[in-house]
């Protein structure tokens, strides 16, 4: 069974960092592309970043181009989220995702993690 284990979150000021981590673990032939999403209270889950599965194409939502970095390990299945410059608005539960095919290609997700960003 396909596992995602998040890990990296916690409490920082404005303007600090954090490093979020997302393992892939359990019986897999490939992952394809990874991302990572947030939920905020009372807000619908959104997407925060993408990255295929060799590395060279990711994309950003608008509001952290310039501040969030992803990027990923294949020889260790994790994908990273390096969060810089962080806003008390990028409070929200991070979750991470991959499509990872088995028999067939399915998306996966993680249990999330909390990031708080105190102002």
């Known amino acids: 069974q396909v596992q995602l284990v998040e890990s990296g979150g916690g409490l920082v000021q404005t303007g600090g960092s954090l490093r979020l981590s997302c393992a892939v673990s359990?019986?897999?032939?490939?992952?394809?592309?990874m991302g990572w999403y947030r939920q905020a209270p009372g807000k619908q889950r959104e997407l925060v970043a993408t990255?295929?599965?060799?590395?060279?194409?990711?994309t950003y939502a608008d509001s952290v181009k310039g501040r969030f970095t992803i990027s990923r390990d294949n020889a260790k299945n994790t994908v990273y989220l390096q969060m810089n410059s962080l806003k008390p608005e990028d409070t929200a539960v991070y979750y991470c995702?991959?499509?990872?095919?088995?028999?067939?290609?399915?998306?996966?997700w993680g249990q999330g993690t909390q990031v708080t960003v105190s102002s």
């Open positions: 995702n991959a499509d990872v095919r088995v028999v067939r290609l399915s998306t996966y």
């Open positions: 359990g019986r897999l032939f490939s992952i394809a592309a």
């Open positions: 990255i295929s599965s060799g590395g060279g194409s990711t």
